[in-house]
Every structure is written in structure tokens, then in C-alpha cells.
């Protein structure tokens, strides 16, 4: 098992950055696949990055491709999400999600959830 907690959330204003965290507990960190979705109010919960076991395969929603980067650090079992130039409509909650062994950009394929951190961008 793993659990998930996201930190780095906050108001921005429209251009600024954020960095969002995602540190893991559990000793298998590097079998699971790592990504991030958000939930903007009542939408559905939304991909937004995904990165492989190793960190050398990465995936994002077309919308951030350019000013988001997903990365991890195995041996801090971390999950970042840098997330620069946002915009208003990127305000959501974020979550960072964990499944074993293979990339997906489907929510239901993975089987641990944080509790999520609001991400609030200002115009």
C-alpha cells in the first residue's frame, strides 16, 4: 500500500507558478506509476500529468502541455507538479494518484488518492 499526501497549493495570480508536492509513504514507491488529475466545482475530475515507474516517460492534457512539468524522485518517493504561466481556469483541486506499474490517463485505473490541495488562479 501507499498513501498520498499533496501539499504546495494556493492562490496565484494569473501568470505566476506554483509547485505542488506529492510525498509518499510505503516501501514499493517505485512500482507504482504517479499522476496528477484535478476537479474543478462541478466538473468531473480531470487528467493533467502522468509520469512512468522510472521518470523517463512522461504524459500531459493538451492544455498544460508547455507550462506544467510532472517529475518524481524515487529515492524521496516525491511527486512534483510544476505548474508555470497558470491561468484562471486551471483552479482546481489537484490530486496525485498512484498505480501499479503502468501509465494511464484514466482516473478509475488508479488505486490510491490523496486528499487533494486547491490550486486558486486570480485574472
Known amino acids: 500500500q501507499v498513501q498520498l499526501v499533496e501539499s504546495g497549493g494556493g492562490l496565484v495570480q494569473a501568470g505566476g507558478s506554483l509547485r505542488l508536492t506529492c510525498a509518499a509513504s510505503?516501501?514499493?514507491?517505485?512500482?507504482?506509476?504517479m499522476a496528477w488529475f484535478r476537479q474543478a466545482p462541478e466538473k468531473e475530475r480531470e487528467f493533467v500529468a502522468t509520469?512512468?515507474?522510472?521518470?523517463?516517460?512522461?504524459a500531459y492534457l493538451e492544455s498544460v502541455k508547455g507550462r506544467f512539468t510532472i517529475s518524481r524522485d524515487n529515492a524521496e518517493k516525491t511527486v512534483y507538479l510544476q505548474m508555470n504561466s497558470l491561468k484562471p481556469e486551471d483552479t482546481a483541486v489537484y490530486y496525485c494518484a498512484a498505480r501499479t506499474w503502468t501509465q494511464s490517463r484514466n482516473y478509475y485505473d488508479y488505486e490510491y488518492w490523496g486528499q487533494g490541495t486547491q490550486v486558486t488562479v486570480s485574472s
Open positions: 510505503g516501501r514499493t514507491f517505485g512500482s507504482y506509476a
Open positions: 509520469v512512468s515507474l522510472s521518470g523517463g516517460s512522461t
